[in-house]
């Protein structure tokens, strides 16, 4: 008898309400009896003393039996003025309460309605509540993740905007302006350049040497380069024709408009107004108030061709004159591409970028073999060549190299081609500072997304302030209220220890 009385009592919290009704010790109806036991408590906590902890009780989701219980012991002393000599209440409020004790206590309905909460609470708000906390904690580190890739890639669109404003040559305060002023500088940095391919006569004397000293070349050698080197920069005019001009009449580059003017900025005047009485009996056509000097209506004077003069049909056909590029342009006057310079003009510029490549090759190959002559073939071959290609020393053709290349880099650097597409189309100022002010555009709006990320991350974080206090205070009630219960039950069977398997909060 002793070991049964030391036996626990294991009973599974999903399955204690089954056990309860197995066991007899609730009624099967107990849900209709608790519907009027809650209309009752609607009713009672409408009137309550001012009391603290009533208040606490009170503002939980859910009144139970055992707050009943707690509620009528604070009553009774609250309430006790109103004790008559008979040990009994006068005072509506305890009437009311001790009825509700009685009514959960008739067929052990407060057993049931526990149970069915401790198993609710377990299988279905705690679980629920957590799941929501997961999700505003996960929330939050999504939305975290996504502000920083938004702040960093706002940072990179940035970095890349003023990476492509170094390479432009520019500051990026105002791109367009900025390119315009750039390429009115460009005349300038040509003309340096013009001034420095002076230095290039022993380059083109050496490269002429060896190309007749090796292939018998009878051809010019290096013609654009040969003519720079002696004039410089001159007109394209003067290159062709190799006469100076005498007037050089340049091309006026258009900038680019700082606004695409649309439909809406256009005045058209006031055409329509009043038109049928400007042009009554004038025999002209009027279209919506536009006057385009046309009659159809035939008469004397016109010929009947509907007061259009069409010219004499049969007369003799005009003859039409082709004559060659510049050649409509008075004597030693430059005009149009002949006006440019030799590198404004995109053609003679390619044929000096070409020269200048073409004599890189020779002489980075010229170096090459300059290391290899050391046999004693290589010395007999060259012993008949010019002075100028035996005075060589690989150090000082490197010198030259150097020269060459710089020159080379001068005029082909990304920048420098940025300059000769914006002289050659203004419109292009337009779509390098379309392109470009959309980096910046794209990195604007990616930190007004990551300011909203933030917002989101902060409202997560309420989220998770507002559900932790619940969750505390639904697993400290559950652990109560699974105590209160085994409790309960453990009088039912003398007092053997009951331990409710599965509520975990």
Not at 48 to 56: D, S, T
Not at 209 to 227: H, I, Q, R
Not at 323 to 343: F, I, N
Not at 453 to 480: F, H, I, N, W, Y
Request: aromatic share 6%.
């Amino acid at each position: 008898m002793e070991n049964i009385q030391n036996l626990p009592i294991d009973v599974q919290t999903s399955k204690l309400l089954d056990w309860l009704l197995d066991r007899r010790h609730c009624n099967l109806k107990w849900q209709t009896a608790v519907k009027e036991i809650r209309e009752k408590i609607n009713g009672a906590i409408q009137d309550m003393p001012e009391n603290e902890e009533i208040k606490q009780l009170l503002s939980g989701s859910y009144i139970h039996y055992f707050h009943c219980l707690r509620i009528v012991e604070i009553l009774k002393g609250t309430e006790a003025s109103s004790k008559n000599i008979f040990g009994r209440y006068s005072s509506q409020r305890m009437k009311d309460w001790q009825e509700i004790v009685s009514l959960y206590e008739a067929d052990n309905v407060y057993l049931a309605e526990v149970a069915s909460l401790l198993s609710r609470n377990v299988s279905y708000e705690g679980p629920a509540l957590r799941k929501q906390l997961a999700k505003a904690q996960q929330l939050q580190q999504e939305l975290s993740r996504r502000e920083v890739e938004c702040q960093s890639s706002a940072a990179d669109l940035r970095e890349r905007y003023y990476t492509a404003c170094k390479q432009y040559g520019i500051m990026g305060e105002n791109v367009a302006r900025e390119l315009q002023a750039l390429v009115k500088d460009l005349p300038a940095v040509l003309e340096e350049v013009g001034k420095d391919a002076a230095k290039l006569e022993e380059h083109i004397r050496l490269y002429t040497a060896f190309t007749n000293f090796v292939c018998d070349w009878s051809e010019p050698v290096l013609p654009m380069l040969t003519f720079a080197q002696k004039r410089g920069n001159s007109t394209f005019y003067e290159w062709r024709t190799g006469k100076v001009p005498t007037l050089v009449d340049k091309p006026v580059v258009e900038e680019a408009p700082p606004e695409t003017v649309t439909d809406d900025t256009i005045d058209w005047g006031d055409f329509g107004k009043g038109a049928d009485s400007a042009v009554a009996n004038s025999g002209v056509t009027v279209e919506d108030g536009i006057d385009w000097g046309i009659s159809l209506e035939p008469n004397s004077d016109d010929g009947g061709a509907g007061g259009i003069d069409w010219g004499d049909a049969e007369a003799a056909p005009v003859e039409i004159e082709i004559v060659d590029v510049g050649t409509d342009c008075p004597e030693g006057v430059a005009r149009g591409e002949d006006a440019l310079s030799l590198l404004e003009n995109s053609r003679s510029r390619g044929q000096f970028i070409d020269e200048l490549t073409e004599l890189e090759v020779f002489l980075t190959q010229r170096i090459s073999e300059m290391g290899e002559e050391g046999d004693v073939v290589a010395m007999s071959q060259f012993q008949l060549a010019p002075s100028v290609i035996q005075s060589q020393t690989r150090q000082h053709v490197r010198e030259m190299l150097s020269e060459v290349q710089d020159l080379l880099c001068r005029l082909t650097s990304l920048r420098m081609q940025h300059l000769f597409m914006i002289q050659a189309s203004p419109r292009y100022v337009e779509r390098v500072s379309e392109v470009l002010r959309q980096k910046l555009k794209q990195a604007d709006i990616l930190v007004l997304k990551g300011a909203t990320m933030a917002e989101k991350r902060q409202e997560a974080l309420q989220e998770q302030s507002r559900l932790e206090p619940r969750v505390d205070l639904l697993a400290g009630c559950t652990r109560e209220l699974q105590k209160q219960i085994e409790a309960d039950i453990s009088k039912r069977y003398h007092k053997r220890p009951v331990n409710l398997m599965g509520v975990n909060i």
